[in-house]
């Protein structure tokens, strides 16, 4: 009499189950290491992206300090602005400062620059017309420095303390104040805080 040993192939029920189970525990896993990486690393390009551009607004704005002109200009109708300097009017900014390099005069500017920094709608906005004694269709130059602001305020040390707002008319002797601090406050509810020297 022969005997026929059986033979079982294939797995239980059971361990497909415990396979699949465990399986599922490390796809989670993995899938949530994945979108935390990636979260991360949008957030990191952010913030590098807002690092670069509060880095980039603070290099023009000590630039334009550094080259500030004592210089009387006339506003589109001709007339003589009243002010050689102002600072927290009815727009942050407003000056005359020395031009950029033009080499070989390929753009329609002269080498000084009538500047004004503007809040509005949240942004932090640089306008510059290319000339400084402008005609009413003389263009200008915008660029938006920041967005997604809330409120920004200028404040200037002066002998009698800070002030909010410095106007120095033309042909006045008066001294800028040394020291100018701009503050900042995005929608975030973080504030910037950033000094600058005044040169002219």
Known sequence: ??????????????????????????????????SSSLQAKASIKTQTE?????????????????????????????????????GGSDVLLRFTRSGRDNPAALSARGDIQRVEYIFDSGRLIRRARLQANPA?????????????????????????????????????????PPLMTLVLTFETGETLTQTFGIEM
């Not at 029920?13 to 993995?30: D, M, Q, R």
């Not at 670069?52 to 300090?65: C, F, G, K, P, V």
Request: without cysteine; negative net charge; proline residues 4%.
């Open 1 to 34: 009499m022969i005997v026929q040993r059986r033979q079982d192939s294939g797995f239980t029920l059971t361990e497909v189950l415990v396979a699949l189970f465990i399986f599922s525990l490390i796809s989670v896993g993995s899938l949530s290491a994945m």
């Open 50 to 86: 807002a690092m670069r551009e509060i880095d980039l607004a603070r290099a023009i704005l000590t630039s334009d300090m550094g080259a500030l002109q004592r210089r009387v200009a006339r506003d589109i109708q001709g007339g003589f602005q009243p002010y050689i300097f102002e």
């Open 136 to 176: 009413p269709d003389t263009p200008y130059s915008e660029r938006i420095l920041l967005e997604g602001l809330t409120h920004a305020e200028l404040r200037f040390d002066t002998s009698l303390g800070p002030v909010t707002q410095v106007l120095i008319p033309a042909g006045s002797a008066k001294e800028l």
